[in-house]
């Protein structure tokens, strides 16, 4: 089965500090995406980051960067320096099966980690 | 703006009455995605179209609904009898093409749901 756990409900950080949000998934597809958005308490769901199962590297975008481990199927999300503004709810999701017609490009998207950045 | 547009973005209604939804993509996007979010909860994805078709329909939780997309562009998700258990975020997304597995999908504000 596909599925993407995040295990941590909720979170806090002191403002300026680094945090990790968690993310394991699972599937048996050995193309895959793996996709971190912030939903912020307005609403909108604002992609932060990308990590590709074929990548060598692990993504990186500006404050933020993917800890990729593909043996333990885990992809979680560094967000360094944090700040007010940070505070949202954080969903890991994942696309698989690039290839052929069964290939539709949905989500799987995990059940989101509430952060709270403290001044 | 160029952004995904969504309407209304709030809608309440009594239990029964049918809704409609409606998603405005990027312009020239040609996958579009309906996910619903009920309250705290992830995203679940609905329905996927390519183009006016929808080759993935295996998230419609029931028969009361359907969707469609008419000249590659604008959606319609519509709800027929509404039950209390519709009541979320319903939730559409655009991507230039399913193709590319790095393409995020963009995102549109929501339409908030609540059935009385």
């Known amino acids: 089965a596909q599925k993407i756990t995040q295990t941590q409900p909720g979170m806090f950080v002191q403002e300026k500090e680094a945090v990790t949000l968690d993310c394991t998934y699972d599937t048996s597809d050995p193309s895959y995406g793996l996709f971190w958005y912030k939903q912020p308490s307005s609403g909108e769901m604002i992609f932060l980051i990308y990590q590709g199962s074929y990548d060598q590297q692990n993504a990186t975008e500006g404050r933020y960067s993917l800890n990729f481990q593909k043996a333990r199927k885990s992809a979680n999300l560094v967000i360094s320096a944090s700040q007010l503004g940070d505070s949202a709810m954080y969903f890991c999701a994942m696309r698989v099966g690039f290839h052929g017609s069964s290939n539709t490009g949905k989500l799987i998207f995990g059940q989101g980690t509430t952060l709270q950045v403290k001044p | ?116």
């Open chain 2, 1 to 116: 703006g160029a952004g995904v547009s969504q309407s209304p973005s709030n809608k309440v209604t009594e239990k029964g009455k049918d809704v409609e939804l409606r998603c405005d993509p990027i312009s020239g996007h040609t996958a579009l995605y309906w996910y619903r979010q009920s309250l705290g909860q992830g995203l679940e994805f609905l329905i996927y179209f390519q183009g006016n078709s929808a080759p993935d329909k295996s998230g419609l939780p029931s028969d009361r609904f359907s969707a469609e997309r008419t000249g590659g562009s604008v959606s319609t998700l519509t709800i027929q009898r509404t039950q209390q258990e519709d009541s979320a975020v319903y939730l559409c997304a655009s991507s230039p093409d399913r193709a590319f597995s790095n393409q995020p999908q963009h995102f549109g504000d929501g339409t908030r749901l609540s059935i009385l």
